[in-house]
């Protein structure tokens, strides 16, 4: 029986590379790829969810 610890979700994601162009990087790649696990298994079913669900509308945090 294998007796070692399973790795944890950033451990195992942290392993992929960004294929994205540096100028176009808003978020780090495994914060947008937790947060999409997240999303998924609180019930979002695609994109839309996953933004009904944790994008935070930008306009309503400025300053007046």
Do not use: Y
Not at 5 to 20: N, Q, V, W
């Amino acid at each position: 029986m294998d007796t070692t610890a399973p790795e944890s979700l950033i451990e195992h994601f942290s392993k992929l590379e960004d294929p994205r162009v540096d100028r176009n990087k808003k978020h780090e790649l495994i914060d947008v790829i937790v947060l999409c696990v997240c999303a998924v298994v609180s019930g979002a079913e695609g994109w839309s969810d996953i933004a009904a669900k944790f994008v935070i509308n930008k306009s309503s945090h400025r300053r007046q």
